[in-house]
C-alpha cells in the first residue's frame, strides 16, 4: 500500500479573494505564502508548517468546496491500490504543475485530495 506522508494543503473557497485577504492576513496574522489572485488563489502561511491555506476564488472556481490534500509518494499508483478497495474517485489523476493529483471522497462526503511531486511521467 502506498504511504501517505504529509498534510499537503487545504483548500478553502473564497467569494472575495480581497475581503478574505483582509480577514486571513489583518486579522489572523496570517502571512501570505503566495499571490495567484489573477489565477484566483491565495495562499497563506500557518506558523512554520509548510502546507498551507490557499484560498480558491469562487468566481474562477464555482465547484471549489473545502478540502484536505494529503501528500503521497505516486498519485497513479496510490489511485489504483484505493480504486481496488472500492473507494470512488472525483477526479482521476491529472497533472499539476508539480506533479499529480486526484480527488476522493471519503465516507462523510468530504474532499480529499492527494498528490504527489513528481513532475515526471509517472511509469
Known amino acids: 500500500m502506498q504511504k501517505i ?3 499537503d494543503n487545504y ?3 473564497a467569494a472575495d479573494l480581497n475581503e478574505s485577504r483582509n480577514f486571513y492576513r ?12 489573477d489565477k484566483g488563489m491565495l ?3 500557518v506558523g512554520n508548517d509548510e502546507p498551507a491555506i490557499i484560498l480558491k476564488d469562487t468566481k474562477h472556481f464555482p465547484d471549489t468546496k473545502p478540502s484536505l490534500l494529503l501528500k503521497v509518494e505516486n498519485v497513479k499508483e ?3 491500490q484505493l480504486r481496488e478497495q472500492g473507494v470512488i474517485f472525483t477526479k482521476v489523476p491529472y497533472q499539476i504543475k508539480t506533479g499529480w493529483a486526484a480527488e476522493l471522497k471519503d465516507p462523510a462526503g468530504n474532499i480529499i485530495g492527494i498528490t504527489d511531486y513528481n513532475t ?3 511509469e
Open 43 to 45: 495562499a497563506f502561511k
Open 120 to 122: 515526471g511521467q509517472h
Open 5 to 7: 506522508t504529509a498534510i
Open 26 to 37: 489583518e486579522i489572523l496574522g496570517l502571512e501570505v505564502k503566495f499571490d495567484f489572485t
Open 11 to 13: 483548500f478553502l473557497p
Open 78 to 80: 496510490t489511485y489504483k
